[in-house]
C-alpha cells in the first residue's frame, strides 16, 4: 500500500497514544548510511508558531549520532502492531546489529530523510533546535530515576514538513 500526505491536524488518533503507547521509530541518515530506534517518549505540538515534533535521544544512542548529522529526523508509527520488531529496534544498537535484516523493515529514503515502508503514519521533521536536559530544572525528585548513569537526553525540535499515512 502506498502513502498519501495529509495535515497533521487530520491524524485520527491521539499522538500521546501513538508515542506513548504504540511507539515510534525514530530514523535519520540517507542512502549511505542510516539508522533506527524506538522511543517512547515525545509529542507533537506547536512551537516558534510551526508545527513540530519534539523528541529525546540520549547521546550514547547509535542514531543520535546520524541525527546529529542530518538535517530531518522521521518518525514511523506502526498503531500497535510489528510490536516484536519496535522491541528489538529499541533493544540492540545499529553499530552491532542490521535492524532492516533482523526485521524485515524496508527504508525509504526521500530527499535527505528516510523512514519505514511498512510503517501506517510517517512523520518527516526538519530539525529546529536541540536542547539539552539539565537536571538543574527538575521540580519533582522522581524525574532523577530516569538519569542513574548522568546520561541526559538531548531534546530535538523538528519541524513538520510531510505527514503520510496509508
Ligand atoms: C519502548 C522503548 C522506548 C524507548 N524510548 C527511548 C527514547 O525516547 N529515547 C532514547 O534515547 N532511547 C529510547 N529507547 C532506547 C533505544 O531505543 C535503544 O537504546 C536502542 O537500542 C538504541 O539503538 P541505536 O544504538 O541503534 O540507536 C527506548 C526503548 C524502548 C524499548
Not at 40 to 63: C, H
Amino acid at each position: 500500500m502506498s502513502f498519501k500526505e495529509i495535515n497533521i491536524r487530520d491524524l485520527k488518533e491521539s499522538p500521546v497514544k501513538m508515542i506513548s503507547e504504540d511507539w515510534t521509530l525514530i530514523s535519520a541518515g540517507n542512502a549511505d548510511g542510516w539508522n533506527t530506534m524506538t522511543a517512547s517518549w515525545g509529542g507533537v505540538g506547536e512551537l516558534w508558531n510551526k508545527d513540530v515534533a519534539f523528541i529525546f535521544i540520549r547521546p550514547q544512542r547509535y542514531t543520535y549520532e546520524f541525527i546529529e548529522k542530518s538535517e530531518y529526523f522521521t518518525l514511523s508509527f506502526f498503531g500497535g502492531e510489528k510490536r516484536d520488531e519496535l522491541a528489538l529496534c529499541g533493544s540492540v544498537s545499529g553499530r552491532d546489529v542490521n535492524k532492516a535484516e533482523k526485521t524485515g523493515f524496508t527504508p525509504v529514503f526521500d530527499g535527505d530523510s528516510v523512514y519505514i515502508q511498512q510503517a501506517k503514519t510517517v512523520i518527516v521533521c526538519r530539525k529546529l533546535a536541540f536542547l539539552d536536559i539539565d537536571p538543574k530544572g527538575f521540580l519533582n525528585d522522581k524525574i532523577m530515576a530516569c538519569y542513574t548513569n548522568g546520561d541526559y537526553h538531548r531534546m530535538y525540535v523538528g519541524q513538520i514538513v510531510k505527514v503520510l499515512t496509508k
